[in-house]
């Protein structure tokens, strides 16, 4: 598990790959997110590809958070054909965004793609307790995403959302707690 996890309960994932052309034969950046996320120690309880329509990308997503999970994470749908809605769709939905990880993602990418990056709409946000990340299409953004900006800070973000750290309590409610 990643440093910074909140408890011992293993972090519960869903992988969403948003695409129309995608099967789960050539699904290569989908298997890599979840291969990442189970290498981490993490717990894929599903995956799927999801055709880039908007009431399908509700209704997939809408089912993710039922599943009672820790993080939602996508690959797919991120840029800015016309197709691309996924990301206009989570994003209506999020409680709160999370914009320092669109704009870190964007930074390393600065780094292998140059100005192409900023082409991306790599997201991230949060749905009542569950953390949702959005990555780019590509195995290479998907692994520089996952390595490099979501595991470093998944284990804190849900602890924070499962409400298992003090984090931002006044110091008397610190106090109360240990009580």
Request: net charge neutral; charged share 25%; glycine share 10%.
């Amino acid at each position: 598990m990643t440093a910074g996890a909140a408890s011992a309960a293993a972090i519960r994932a869903v992988v969403l790959t948003f695409s129309d052309s995608r099967t789960d034969a050539d699904d290569t950046s989908g298997k890599l997110l979840v291969s990442l996320l189970e290498g981490a120690g993490h717990v894929v309880v599903a995956k799927r590809i999801v055709r880039e329509d908007e009431a399908t990308v509700r209704q997939a997503f809408d089912e993710a958070l039922a599943s009672e999970v820790d993080v939602i994470v996508s690959t797919g749908g991120t840029g800015i054909a016309p197709r691309d809605i996924a990301i206009d769709v989570l994003e209506r939905r999020f409680d709160k965004k999370l914009d320092g990880f669109g704009e870190a993602f964007r930074r390393l990418s600065w780094d292998e793609v140059g100005a192409r990056s900023l082409l991306s709409r790599a997201t991230a946000g949060t749905v009542g307790t569950t953390l949702v990340a959005a990555f780019p299409g590509s195995e290479k953004a998907v692994r520089l995403g996952v390595r490099d900006v979501l595991l470093p800070v998944l284990g804190h973000a849900v602890a924070l959302l499962r409400g298992h750290t003090s984090h931002g309590l006044e110091k008397s409610d610190r106090a109360s707690l240990k009580k």
